[in-house]
Nanobody
Framework: QSQFVESGGGLVQPGGSLRVSCTST????????IGWFRQAPGKVREGISC???????LYADSVNGRFTIGRVRAKNTVYLQMNSLSVEDTAVYYC???????????WGQGTQVIVST
């Protein structure tokens, strides 16, 4: 059974915004490092953002300044607010722990984000 469940993906126009969310029914996300990853068709999965248990936030250069990661503790949720989206952001977005992609044991279904006119 997948530990994390992603939601909130959809179709958005270039320049638009979208918020994707990550939650878990058996893990308290407040106390662990959570990363957001994405995989575009024909490309390898890449890490794009991370929120540490200390609340330190990290971003890949490709999304820095456009994306914001955060926690809603009351809902046991980690979100990724995506602004100024471009076609190059089209991908399936995943959340997982920890933030180092080589250390992730399993992946959920992800949520698809399509940026298109």
């Amino acid at each position: 059974q997948s530990q994390f469940v992603e939601s909130g993906g959809g179709l958005v126009q270039p320049g638009g915004s979208l918020r994707v969310s990550c939650t878990s029914t058996d893990t308290r996300l407040e106390y662990i490092d959570i990363g957001w990853f994405r995989q575009a068709p024909g490309k390898v999965r890449e890490g794009i953002s991370c929120i540490k248990s200390t609340d330190r936030r990290l971003y890949a250069d490709s999304v820095n300044g456009r994306f914001t990661i955060g926690r809603v503790r009351a809902k046991n949720t980690v979100y990724l607010q995506m602004n100024s989206l471009s076609v190059e952001d089209t991908a399936v977005y995943y959340c997982a722990s920890p933030c180092q992609i080589a250390e992730v044991d399993s992946w959920g279904q992800g949520t698809q984000v399509i940026v298109s006119t």
